[in-house]
């Protein structure tokens, strides 16, 4: 490697390739460059930046901006220079090739191809190539790019014939030949030793510390270089001769990644500029018309200016201030395809009053992500009749507006991400022909009654609802059959036992009174559950058209309403019937209890305390949760990572709250266990008949207690691993309310009843005892007096 060579390796605008060759930075992931085969794992790494590169229209092939609208099309399709517009000739000083090129004039028949396409040399009397001249050997030969061909003999010093003949530095000797030729002559496709040796074995040449040109194996020294000759096939060694980095940017040829604002009208052939968060304005690169790819996010942008850009392809002004986006603001960009305008407070991005739309027919994706609007209204899209790909992710979007317009019908792919999108016209994508894929989060989108014919299924992505479907509010037959199965027996059952309390019974202390209250608010969860039931019944097979209209009903309200009060009285409740059982076990023979009247005080405050806490979400400060219109059931629970309004009420009341009391309940049931034991060993000699009775009475509950807790310990158990970050299907959030939640109501009239039948059956025992016992006394008696009597 000579000095020369060194230079150009040493320099930042080139990099050095695994073989050892060199290469602008700009074509170091240029797939047509030598290097890329062996620097792919680092392009391919997610970093940035990176040589940028445009793609192709046909998403096969990519070109690095720096050749993009250079007059050589590097797509296969063109794409990289059917859109360009460049400045006109001026005809006295340039030539216009035929391909727009413009060269200067005495370029024209310089015996160089200075128009990528000839056009330049076309007329101009062909010379003789270096192959067809008589020199006499031993010489160097040199070429000045113009024809023109230089031939020094070697000095006295070299020799020739069968002695050493050492060519000079950049040069190389054709085999048995007296020639030394410049390195580039070296597999460029012209013949130049006689026996034609420089064309041999290009293949697997290689010229480590030299230039190596670009979709070729011509390699040159430093002094080929920006020397004003054209040596490279596509002429890229004249390319970034007078230009210079800026401070503060990374640059890849006429590609700036830019932290910083500097005087871009330096840069005319500027065809990339990342300039994020630098706090340029648009109004800065208004003179760059050869810009390609404009990023101006987070700039600080207040205004969009009139800028005209004609070769503009892709624009980002993502997360500025702009809230005004007009068609006619974007008429002086003809040929943008990719719009970002994501992250902007934009009030409106319709055309002005009074002022026709302006059809940008070359826009092909528009991103309005995280623009914050409860509403869309497709008319948005008029002066975008070629658009195929929408975004509006996270833009909050709850109404689908078409004002009578339908959606381009060239639509391809639309994100709705983030977008709750309650209303919208039933055939808002029934004339998409061409859609081919949908994102988002309502699954309503995604039923075939809203797809357009021919739509695959499988490319409408979107969470499926855990507990409806398109048709019904319970997507499944088995949920339909255990709510309908669990709502008889908590309807029944209840109503049945508090009759029998009430009619049939006296409520002598609180723990009858708590009894009655807990049947009382287990119903509750029996109305829920057939509430629930008679919707689903009702529109069965049309759910879809009347989802919002059932869970923003105010049967759905007082559904979930119901099922609150219901779960928290019963906590309550049972936390209360635990404490009293505990104060008579642990206080025998005292009157520390629950009479009948402190027991109907307490029952009044469970219920204060149940209907404020299920009422709160009903409150005007909190109407905005939607609480009871989340899903089709009408309850949140809280035990999958998906959030919705009021997710931290539900969380606190739900899993913490009932968490706190069911382990309070765990530690009375563990000391009445204790207690129980306590007393039977220790006041056998006192235990009296009622103490006797309590103690059986607070054991049996002790299975009461226990399934309750069971039944909520799965729910604040979800519900924590959620909050940790743990995935948790949806299908879990209905499986509890059906089969979890309502299961307490549904079973403990009967653990009562059972309960109250065990009791009874011991009267009765004990009642056959005593009568048995008391007929074997009398006749014991009588036969006693029979023998007194004969004595």
Not at 221 to 250: K, M, N, Y
Not at 605 to 611: A, I, K, M, T, Y
Not at 614 to 640: D, E, K, Q, V
Request: with cysteine; proline share 5%; glycine share 6%.
């Amino acid at each position: 490697m000579d000095a020369s060579s060194q230079s150009v390796q040493n320099s930042t605008n080139f990099v050095v390739c695994p073989l050892g060759h060199v290469t602008h930075s700009f074509l170091s992931c240029d797939p047509l460059t030598a290097c890329w085969a062996q620097l792919y794992s680092s392009c391919s790494l997610d970093k940035t930046p990176l040589p940028p590169s445009f793609m192709c229209t046909n998403s096969l092939e990519s070109v690095p901006y720096s050749l993009v609208c250079d007059f050589r099309p590097d797509c296969s399709d063109n794409s990289d220079e059917q859109f360009c517009v460049h400045v006109p000739c001026d005809r006295e000083r340039h030539f216009e090739c035929r391909n727009g090129q413009c060269v200067k004039r005495q370029a024209v028949c310089n015996d160089a191809n200075d128009c990528l396409d000839g056009s330049d040399e076309n007329r101009c009397t062909v010379q003789q190539n270096f192959s067809g001249r008589q020199i006499v050997w031993p010489v160097v030969v040199k070429f000045n790019g113009y024809g023109q061909v230089e031939m020094i003999p070697l000095n006295s010093t070299h020799t020739f014939n069968n002695q050493s003949l050492e060519c000079p530095a950049a040069h190389f000797q054709c085999p048995g030949s007296g020639y030394c030729l410049p390195v580039f002559t070296r597999c460029n496709g012209v013949y130049d030793c006689q026996g034609r040796e420089d064309e041999a074995g290009c293949d697997h040449y290689t010229c480590p510390g030299f230039y190596r040109c670009r979709r070729s194996a011509v390699c040159l020294t430093r002094a080929e270089i920006c020397d004003g000759v054209f040596h490279c096939p596509q002429h890229d060694d004249e390319l970034l001769c007078d230009i210079s980095c800026p401070s503060g940017c990374v640059c890849y040829g006429h590609a700036f990644f830019c932290e910083v604002i500097f005087q871009v009208e330096q840069f005319p052939d500027l065809r990339f500029l990342d300039a994020s968060g630098s706090g340029m304005q648009a109004a800065d690169v208004n003179n760059n018309t050869m810009l390609i790819y404009l990023n101006l996010d987070s700039c600080g942008l207040r205004d969009l200016s009139n800028v005209s850009l004609h070769n503009l392809h892709t624009l980002h002004l993502s997360d500025n201030y702009l809230n005004e986006i007009t068609s006619q603001h974007l008429s002086y960009l003809s040929n943008l395809q990719h719009l970002s305008l994501a992250g902007n407070p934009l009030a409106s991005i319709f055309p002005k009053q009074g002022a026709p739309p302006v059809l940008i027919t070359s826009l092909h994706t528009l991103d309005l992500s995280r623009v914050k609007m409860s509403q869309f209204h497709m008319s948005i899209l008029i002066p975008f009749p070629s658009i195929r790909i929408l975004n509006l992710s996270d833009c909050e979007v709850d109404t689908l507006s078409t004002d009578d317009f339908k959606t381009p019908a060239s639509l391809h792919v639309m994100d709705v991400r983030g977008c709750p999108l309650t209303y919208f016209p039933r055939d808002v994508l029934q004339d998409l022909e061409e859609l081919q894929k949908i994102m988002a989060d309502n699954y309503k989108l995604c039923c075939p009654q809203m797809l357009p014919p021919g739509f695959n299924l499988a490319s409408c992505i979107a969470p499926s609802d855990e507990v409806s479907s398109c048709d019904n509010l319970l997507r499944s037959n088995i949920y339909r059959v255990f709510l309908a199965f669990f709502a008889a027996l908590a309807l029944l059952g209840n109503l049945t036992a508090f009759i029998a309390r009430v009619l049939f019974s006296k409520m002598k202390n609180g723990f009858e009174v708590f009894t009655v209250t807990l049947c009382v608010s287990d119903f509750l969860m029996g109305v829920y559950l057939a509430i629930i039931g008679v919707a689903d019944g009702h529109y069965l097979g049309s759910y879809l058209w009347n989802d919002v209209s059932w869970r923003r009903s105010v049967a759905c309200k007082v559904a979930g309403f119901l099922s609150m009060t219901s779960s928290e009285v019963s906590a309550l409740v049972v936390c209360l019937i635990t404490l009293d059982r505990l104060l008579v076990l642990r206080f025998p023979f005292s009157r520390v209890r629950f009479s009948k009247k402190s027991g109907t005080l307490a029952s009044g405050l469970v219920w204060v305390v149940g209907v404020v806490l299920a009422l709160i979400p009903l409150l005007p400060p909190t109407t905005h949760w939607g609480f009871y219109s989340f899903n089709g059931i009408c309850i949140p629970l809280p035990i999958t990572r998906k959030e919705f309004p009021g997710h931290d009420y539900s969380f606190s009341l739900l899993i913490v709250f009932n968490f706190v009391l069911f382990m309070l309940i765990a530690v009375g049931q563990l000391l009445i266990y204790l207690s129980v034991q306590k007393n039977s060993l220790q006041h056998a000699d006192r235990v009296t008949k009622r103490s006797s009775k309590d103690q059986r009475l607070a054991q049996r509950l002790i299975i009461i207690a226990i399934s309750d807790f069971l039944c909520w310990f799965p729910i604040g158990l979800l519900g924590i691993l959620s909050s940790t970050g743990v995935s948790i299907s949806g299908e879990v959030n209905v499986a509890m309310a059906i089969f979890v939640l309502p299961l307490n109501s549904a079973i403990n009239p009967f653990l009562y009843t059972v309960n109250k039948l065990l009791e009874k059956k011991r009267l009765e025992k004990e009642k056959r005892l005593m009568e048995l016992l008391t007929a074997q006394l009398k006749q014991r008696a009588a036969a006693n007096e029979q023998i007194h009597h004969a004595n």
